[in-house]
């Protein structure tokens, strides 16, 4: 059976899979029943040296459709309960689960004695690692704290240094998607000393509008604030900044990976993309610890099916195949085709290339008739096959030889 055994920097959990520093990890009491239930590690809800005061309601729900909570967004704040509350609970968990990694989120104002005195007054009991929260997008960061750091490579730096002074585990730090390149942030991050950085954070949101009271939604008593979103609707940002940051020779540090994080399937990405472990919280809340299970089994079955003895062994994979749109090759050229036995005539495939492609698809006349690609002027772009209900029915085809390529690099002699 795979191996499972992860370690992000030095902290080792049985398996790859964390909940992210959230509501599912704000008590010892959730804490515990997440580690009976077997997640590998858990990102305690963000600590700072005096709690803060929450607002009611705080979520927002986004749904597509008939499925509820594709992206949620949330105005909450960090920790509200007092620092030696978590901290006991901390080392009660720790004690009754010494195998599972606990790593304490830290948030505190932008001076080295505030976050001297908070890693002295959290390494009282034991941590596995620090992660630094340079990602909440609301409340704090109009404090000069959360993503105000995040957005600043010059604060990101300091404040890492600041940490790694007086921190004596592994220090993560955990970035803000709010930001143009979040490259130029882990950069900034690994030159202050960071161990690992994780990615992301929520992004600045507004849910939506209540069409019938006309207020934003979630709202406090009549007003609201941007919030931040994730869930699965986040995943593909958050996959493109990991990859982004393991392609980085300037990154070059461990990444956990965040951001819509549901199934085995959806970490397994993340891995190949260069995470060496996830971390969850949305999928969590809408589901409940026990999804993990289905995690350990479906990646176990994937790797052993493999034959890869280890999930570290995906770690990365894909990222030599990421690169510059420039090293492209033009050459290659695929067109859509149609299976006629499996076609059910319902025109969507047609509609979508007329209206919005190269309008390439041709409808018989005689309605018993299947739609027909024109493959000299289908251009390949996958749109009918996206939006085709029926499983492969439309085929991408490779249609040139195979022997040759150029890229645009090499056409504009465009450096590297
Ligand atoms: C209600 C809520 C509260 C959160 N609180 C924190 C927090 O205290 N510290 C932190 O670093 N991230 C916090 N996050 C962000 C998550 O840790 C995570 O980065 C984000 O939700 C993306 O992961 P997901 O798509 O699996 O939810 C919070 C997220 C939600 C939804
Ligand atoms: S691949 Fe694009 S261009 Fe080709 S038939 Fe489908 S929608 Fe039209
Ligand atoms: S979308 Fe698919 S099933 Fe519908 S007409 Fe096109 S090929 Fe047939």
Redesign the pocket.
């Known amino acids: 059976m795979a191996d499972l055994r992860s370690s992000l920097a030095g902290i080792r959990s049985p398996n790859p899979f964390w909940l ?4 599912p990890t704000n008590s010892g009491y959730q804490v515990m029943r997440a580690f009976a239930a077997g997640w590998g590690g858990a990102v305690w ?2 600590l700072a040296l005096e709690p803060i005061v929450n607002v009611t309601s705080r ?1 927002g729900g986004y749904d597509v459709g008939a499925t509820k909570m594709i992206g ?1 967004n ?1 105005i ?1 704040l ?2 509200d309960r007092p620092l030696d509350v978590n901290l006991r609970e901390i080392a009660e968990c720790k004690a009754a689960y010494p195998d599972r990694a606990i790593v304490a ?1 830290l948030m505190t104002d932008c001076t080295r004695e505030r976050w001297h005195e908070l890693v002295h007054a959290v390494e009282t009991v034991r941590v596995d690692g620090f ?1 630094l ?1 340079f ?2 997008p609301h409340g704090m960061s109009e404090r000069g704290m959360g993503s105000a750091v995040g957005q600043d490579p010059e604060l990101i730096e300091t404040v890492t240094r600041w940490v790694k002074e007086a921190a004596h585990v592994p220090v993560v730090v ?1 970035l803000t998607p709010n930001i143009t390149d979040v490259r130029y942030a882990a950069r900034a991050a690994v030159r202050g000393g960071a161990d690992a950085v994780s990615m ?3 992004i600045n949101s507004l849910i939506g509008v209540d069409l019938d009271s006309w207020l934003p939604i979630p709202h406090v008593d009549g007003k609201s604030s941007h919030g ?1 979103y ?2 699965p609707a ?1 995943k593909p940002i958050a996959l493109n900044m990991v990859g982004s940051c393991a392609s980085d020779p300037q990154v070059g540090v461990p990444i956990s990976g ?4 549901s199934t085995w399937r959806d970490a397994a990405e993340f891995f190949l993309m260069g995470a060496t472990n996830v ?5 969590v ?1 809408h589901h409940g610890f026990r999804i993990v299970a289905d995690m350990i089994d479906g990646l176990t079955n994937y790797l052993d099916a493999r034959g890869i003895a280890s999930v570290n062994d995906l770690i990365g994979k894909t990222v030599p195949r990421f690169v510059s749109w420039n090293d492209l090759n033009l050459d290659y050229q695929i067109v859509a085709r149609i299976d006629p036995d499996a076609c059910i005539n319902c025109n969507r495939c047609y509609i979508a290339c007329e209206d919005a492609a190269h309008q390439c698809i041709e409808r018989p006349a005689d309605p018993a008739l299947k739609p027909v690609v024109d493959e000299e002027h289908c251009v390949g772009c996958n749109l009918c096959s996206m939006v085709c209900p029926i499983e492969d029915c439309i085929e991408m085809v490779r249609v040139d030889a195979g022997t040759t390529s150029h890229t645009w690099r090499e056409r504009l002699s465009v450096p590297s």
């Open positions: 992210a520093s959230a509501p809800k963000t979520f949620m949330n909450e960090i920790t989120s992660e929260n990602g909440c955990k992301i954070n929520t931040g994730c869930g986040v965040i951001g819509g994080v971390q969850v919280c949305t999928a809340m």
